[in-house]
């Protein structure tokens, strides 16, 4: 983001959980649409999970009732739990942040966004 910091990143087994955190600084959860995405090599980011203004949450159909994405506006940072994590998830995933519009914040795309994360590697393995 301006300024961030992603950490939760790492290497599990397929079946396992992970929880990526992203600590902004330089704008507000609270009035920003909060996404992440991942990307795997030659291939576009993707969105996986999105937040408008710190309530209304949006999954790709790949996260749906796996992923769980939150906000903590005391801490101003955003949250992507990963459960029942499969090889197919295996990806960098990256925090983005922007001043969108709520019918933009769902099903996002990546050119919208003008702050990210630096990325963390999640590694999957069978």
């Known amino acids: 983001l301006v300024d961030s910091v992603e950490s939760g990143g790492g290497s599990v087994q397929a079946g396992g959980s992970l929880t990526l955190s992203c600590t902004a600084s330089?704008?507000?959860?609270?009035?920003?649409?909060l996404a992440w995405f991942r990307q795997v090599p030659g291939r576009d980011r993707v969105a996986v999970a999105s937040v408008y203004m710190g309530d209304d949450s949006w999954y790709h159909d790949s996260a749906k009732g796996r992923f769980i994405a939150s906000v903590d506006k005391e801490k101003n940072g955003v949250y992507l739990q990963m459960d029942r994590l499969q090889p197919e998830d295996t990806a960098k995933y990256y925090c983005a942040a922007d001043s969108l519009a709520p019918k933009y914040c769902s099903d996002p795309r990546s050119h919208l966004f003008d702050y990210w994360g630096q990325g963390i590697q999640v590694t999957v393995s069978s």
């Open positions: 330089g704008l507000s959860v609270r009035d920003h649409c």
